[in-house]
């Protein structure tokens, strides 16, 4: 076991970092209070090769492993947990379907422009009827000729204002159930495929959340992901990596809420002593900081293991369930220790608290991650 950092890892790590806390920690507020996507910052991330970082050279992207991604991923959530997102979903859940289960033909005509950022992609699972219950799928793809014509509702599709392509999922053969489920490749701008809704959210309000309206949209048969049927199994195998990712935003958020805690402890002085001094304040900033570090671990272990081509459904979920509820204890922390100056919009724990909440909803629930992690452990034992 090396719990060591390859050079090449800590070289993406610290050219993240860099970016993160130059450019992106400086606009974060803002790109919150006004809910405005952070279109130059993608711009710079496509530059810099954070859009497709664990994605071939020959197809675009970084051509870095799977720990180097989530180190990257970390350093630009740990400023801003929007930016986090929004590269996120380009990485594990845009380009990771097309790198597994594309075609070659595919993986040069889609794969490339999102590994570069040239385009950004989306993620079209959820529906109002499917939520956890993922399989529960109604939207249509309708064969004729040489096109599958898809209809339906998709809703919280993150990225979904500014796409330019999705991966959408979609019924082939409604009779099967969730063995009818398809995936395709879909350019946003064919017709019938229409925003018919954006929501306005509690946090990570720097990235759009979009309800997506598809009317009779002409997808060429070429576009077909894998195999028809084996869709579930393209979207589950995605949220492998989905899940990890989302555990590397919640461990940014924790870091970002335990690095606040820790400078604002020593400033603020009450009863004659900074804060810091107080037990009770040192067992806070303890427990953080041992959360923040279980969670990383899980983190590692989980991206270093999908790095090596493993299924990780078990670590996959254990990584984002710990690291979620982790990074909610650490906000509410960060929150605590800085009083009622942690309340207001001046002061950045109020943004990592919102922030939070949603690293233990979206890639499935918390209550979901504990249902695979039991599944799992039941069925192959510790
Ligand atoms: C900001 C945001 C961004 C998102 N981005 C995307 C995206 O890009 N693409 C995409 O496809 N989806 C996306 N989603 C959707 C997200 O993955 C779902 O919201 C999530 O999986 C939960 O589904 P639901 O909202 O329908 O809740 P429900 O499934 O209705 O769950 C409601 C409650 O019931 C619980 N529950 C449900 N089933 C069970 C069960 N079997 N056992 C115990 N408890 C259960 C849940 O844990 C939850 O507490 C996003 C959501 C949000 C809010």
């Known amino acids: 076991m090396d ?32 809910a405005k996507y952070p279109k130059n910052l993608v711009r710079e991330m496509a530059e810099l ?15 870095m492993d799977m720990v180097s991604y989530i180190l ?27 790198k597994s289960f594309a075609s070659d033909a595919q ?23 499917a939520g ?41 053969d409604p009779a099967k159930g969730k063995k009818g489920i398809s995936a395709f490749i879909v350019d946003a701008k064919t017709p019938g495929f229409k925003v018919s809704k954006k929501e306005r959210k509690l946090g990570i309000r720097g990235s759009s959340c ?27 195998s995605t949220l492998e990596v989905g899940r990890i990712g989302i555990a590397a935003q ?6 970002a809420a335990l690095e606040c805690s820790l400078e604002y402890t020593k400033e603020r002085h009450q009863f004659g002593k900074a804060i810091a001094d107080f037990q009770a304040i040192q067992f806070m900033l303890a427990d953080m900081a041992v959360r923040l570090d279980a969670a990383q671990l899980l983190t590692y272990k989980a991206a270093h293991l999908k790095g090596q081509g493993k299924r990780t459904a078990l670590e996959s979920s254990q990584a984002k369930l710990f690291a ?4 909610m204890k650490n906000a509410w922390t960060a929150v605590q220790v800085h009083g009622g100056y942690g309340y207001v919009e001046d002061y950045i724990p109020e943004r990592l608290f919102r922030d939070a909440k949603i690293t233990e909803i979206y890639e499935g629930t918390s209550e979901i991650q504990r249902l695979v992690i039991a599944q799992n452990i039941l069925s192959a034992g510790i």
């Open 49 to 63: 090769k954070l859009l497709g970082v664990s994605v071939p050279e020959e197809y675009g992207g970084a051509g």
């Open 210 to 236: 979009v309800q997506i309206s598809l009317d009779n949209v002409e997808v060429p048969a070429e576009n077909l992901l894998h195999i028809e049927g084996e869709g579930l199994k393209v979207a589950l």
């Open 132 to 172: 956890s219950d993922a399989a529960n799928q109604k939207t249509i793809a309708v064969k004729k000729g040489a096109a599958y014509f898809l209809t339906g509702t998709k809703q919280f599709i993150t990225n979904g204002y500014e796409a330019d392509l999705a991966i959408v999922y979609a019924l082939t």
């Open 107 to 129: 993986k040069k005509k889609f794969l490339t422009p999102l590994a570069s950022g040239e385009k950004i992609g989306c993620y079209c699972l959820t529906e109002p009827e």
């Open 250 to 255: 919640a461990n940014g958020i924790s870091a």
């Open 72 to 98: 990257a991923l970390q350093e630009v959530s740990q400023a801003c947990a929007s930016t986090g997102v929004i590269m996120s979903v380009n990485n594990s859940l845009a380009c990771e379907p097309i």
């Open 324 to 327: 979620s509820e982790a990074c």
């Open 3 to 34: 719990f060591e950092f390859t050079e090449e890892q800590l070289a993406v790590r610290d050219m993240a970092r860099d970016f993160a806390q130059k450019k992106v920690k400086p606009l974060a507020a803002e790109l919150d209070r006004e």
